[in-house]
């Protein structure tokens, strides 16, 4: 029997020079995005909506919403509710 299995490598590279946009990013959904949110203001994190309005999330066209915060090295990751 297959199995598919779903993998992400994220490997350090101390001499590699990375040009942070938030036009390549990590994004994952969740059906509790607003408890997502509540638990970022809890921890104190700043996320922003695509705009980079601080603290504020974004609809898209297509009625998603979604936000964007940076992990501690500054990588964009994306949350959205498309689940």
Not at 29 to 55: E, G, M, V
């Amino acid at each position: 029997m297959l199995t598919k299995t779903a993998q992400i490598h994220i490997i350090p590279r101390p001499d590699f020079e990375i040009k942070i946009n938030k036009a390549v990013h990590f994004a994952l959904a969740t059906q509790y995005l607003n408890s997502f949110i509540n638990h970022l203001d809890d921890l104190n994190i700043q996320y922003s909506d695509w705009k980079d309005t601080p603290n504020k999330d974004y609809m898209r066209n297509d009625g998603i919403n979604q936000i964007y915060f940076q992990d501690p090295d500054g990588y964009w990751i994306e949350v959205n509710n498309d689940c």
